[in-house]
């Protein structure tokens, strides 16, 4: 029997295009990719999404407002009944451009931020960035869009963490994501922004301290990616049960090609939609063959003995490829560490 899933959620790059070079950014975003989706293309694109049961379509990039044609394509997703959400570096998010979104129909934004002034713009390169990031956030507050504020927690911010929570209470921030740096991308070049064992636990020890103190404050804090697994340290709810890429989640590149998640490598695609269409990619059964098909066997050594491995099917996807070079071995684990250290 062939694959009977969906892809509820899409992780849609509009564009590689960006105005920053963060020194963490995993897709090594700043050119445009050479031949990305036309508009036409990307509308075509849209109208595969029904039969497919999609419900959400979240816009990342690069910078996603650098694509033209962003507002004629979730405009169409609005009009066939898409819920489409989009994650900015902040730098545009001008009066304008905040009107044209809540025209557009967004459901919520999310604004990167990482760290406090001195330490978000040293690691996005951009003197002066965080006040226009904070200025943005508040209008996006003002315009009464939702707005989730995304932290990449590395060994630079991770101590400023308590002083962010307050900050952002502060804002009226309601919803946080926080997640652990990946090893992909420009931060290859940047190992000393790469957690340790050590610092990693102290990210799930403030977790696991602020996210009571955070709901008791009107504020959500979310577990993002690889963070986790199985301890008090793991708030996250639904509780982790394996890597969601190509089970009912996708991402798609801005030349059409279809990963399991945006934040894989590129190398990791399961096929080109100027070749097929999503149908034909999502439900071919030589696709996602790392989720799909798992079994224990093809736990890395990381993953092998422990006894959470049914469950946890060896962390995330991305995080695993990215740290180790294969899947189900994701180092970054509250579990292990806290039995092997």
Same mark, same amino acid.
């Given at each position: 029997?062939?694959y009977?899933?969906?892809?509820?959620? +899409?992780?849609?790059?509009?564009?590689?295009?960006?105005?920053?070079?963060?020194?963490?950014?995993?897709?090594?975003?700043?050119?445009?990719?050479? @031949?990305?989706?036309? =508009?036409?293309?990307?509308?075509? =694109?849209c109208?595969?999404?029904?039969?497919?049961?999609?419900?959400?379509?979240?816009?990342?990039?690069?910078?996603?407002?650098?694509r033209?044609?962003?507002? @004629?394509?979730?405009?169409?997703?609005?009009?066939?009944?898409?819920?489409?959400?989009?994650?900015?570096?902040?730098?545009t998010?001008?009066? @304008?451009?905040?009107?044209?979104l809540?025209? !557009?129909?967004?459901? %919520?934004?999310?604004?990167s931020?990482?760290?406090?002034?001195?330490?978000?713009?040293?690691?996005?390169?951009?003197?002066?960035?965080? *006040?226009?990031?904070?200025?943005g956030?508040?209008?996006?507050?003002?315009?009464?869009?939702p +707005?989730? +504020?995304?932290?990449?927690?590395?060994?630079?911010?991770?101590?400023?963490?308590?002083?962010?929570?307050?900050y952002?209470? %502060?804002? $009226?921030?309601?919803?946080?994501?926080?997640?652990?740096?990946?090893?992909? $991308?420009?931060? *290859?070049?940047?190992?000393?922004?790469?957690?340790?064992?050590?610092?990693?636990?102290? /990210?799930?020890?403030?977790?696991?301290?602020? %996210?009571?103190?955070a709901?008791?404050?009107?504020?959500?804090?979310?577990?993002?990616?690889?963070? $986790?697994? /199985?301890?008090?340290? @793991?708030?996250?709810?639904?509780?982790?049960?394996?890597?969601? !890429?190509?089970?009912?989640?996708?991402?798609?590149?801005?030349?059409g090609?279809?990963k399991?998640?945006?934040?894989m490598?590129?190398?990791? %695609?399961?096929?080109?939609?100027?070749?097929?269409?999503?149908?034909?990619?999502?439900?071919?059964?030589?696709?996602?063959?790392?989720?799909?098909?798992?079994?224990?066997?093809?736990?890395g050594?990381?993953?092998?003995d422990?006894?959470?491995?049914?469950?946890?099917?060896?962390g995330?996807?991305s995080?695993?490829?990215?740290?180790?070079?294969? /899947?189900?071995?994701?180092?970054?684990?509250?579990y292990?560490?806290?039995?092997?250290?």
């Open positions: 029997m062939g009977e899933g969906f892809p509820f959620i +899409v992780g849609w790059e509009l564009t590689l295009a960006c105005n920053l070079r963060c020194s963490h950014c995993g897709s090594s975003a700043g050119l445009a990719r050479p @031949d990305e989706l036309s =508009l036409a293309e990307a509308i075509s =694109l109208d595969q999404f029904p039969a497919l049961l999609v419900q959400e379509v979240n816009f990342t990039g690069g910078e996603p407002l650098l033209p044609d962003w507002f @004629d394509i979730a405009v169409h997703l609005r009009e066939i009944g898409i819920t489409t959400k989009m994650i900015t570096n902040g730098l998010l001008t009066p @304008d451009t905040i009107n044209s809540v025209n !557009a129909g967004m459901a %919520s934004i999310g604004v931020m990482d760290g406090l002034e001195k330490n978000h713009d040293r690691i996005r390169d951009s003197p002066g960035l965080f *006040r226009q990031v904070t200025s956030i508040e209008n996006l507050i003002k315009a009464n869009l +707005v989730t +504020v995304l932290t990449t927690v590395n060994t630079v911010n991770i101590s400023e963490m308590p002083a962010m929570y307050d952002l209470l %502060s804002l $009226g921030v309601r919803h946080w994501q926080i997640q652990p740096i990946f090893p992909l $991308g420009r931060v *290859r070049e940047m190992p000393h922004l790469q957690l340790t064992h050590s610092t990693y636990m102290s /990210f799930g020890e403030f977790v696991s301290q602020y %996210s009571q103190r709901a008791e404050n009107g504020m959500e804090l979310l577990s993002g990616d690889s963070l $986790g697994y /199985f301890t008090d340290y @793991d708030t996250r709810s639904p509780p982790w049960r394996g890597c969601p !890429a190509g089970i009912f989640s996708c991402g798609i590149t801005s030349d090609k279809v399991g998640c945006l934040s490598p590129d190398n990791v %695609s399961e096929g080109d939609l100027r070749e097929k269409d999503l149908w034909e990619i999502w439900f071919d059964p030589e696709s996602f063959q790392y989720n799909r098909n798992y079994s224990m066997n093809m736990l050594e990381n993953c092998q422990c006894d959470k491995a049914d469950l946890c099917q060896g995330c996807s995080m695993s490829y990215g740290a180790t070079g294969i /899947f189900h071995n994701d180092p970054y684990c509250f292990r560490m806290a039995h092997t250290h």
